[in-house]
């Protein structure tokens, strides 16, 4: 399920990044197990966005699938 999930928001990443994009990406990294891919996206989620409680709340607003 997880692996699913890494795959899903490293394609809409490529497609249109996103703070929030980034986060949701780090936590399935961090559910996988792959702790150092976790960080590289909770950086790339920091870059994009200027507000990273922010980026954070919105991706606890998206509906899990």
């Given at each position: 399920?997880?692996?699913?999930?890494?795959?899903?928001?490293?394609?809409a990443?490529?497609?249109?990044?996103?703070?929030?994009?980034?986060?949701?990406?780090a936590?399935?990294?961090?559910?996988?197990?792959?702790?150092e891919?976790?960080?590289?996206?909770?950086?790339?989620?920091?870059?994009?966005?200027?507000?990273?409680?922010?980026?954070?709340?919105?991706?606890?607003?998206?509906?899990?699938?």
């Amino acid at each position: 399920e997880h692996d699913l999930a890494v795959k899903a928001y490293s394609r809409a990443m490529k497609i249109q990044p996103q703070g929030w994009g980034y986060v949701l990406l780090a936590r399935a990294l961090e559910q996988s197990g792959r702790k150092e891919e976790a960080l590289a996206a909770n950086s790339q989620a920091k870059r994009l966005s200027p507000n990273l409680d922010e980026a954070r709340r919105v991706a606890d607003e998206m509906p899990a699938h």
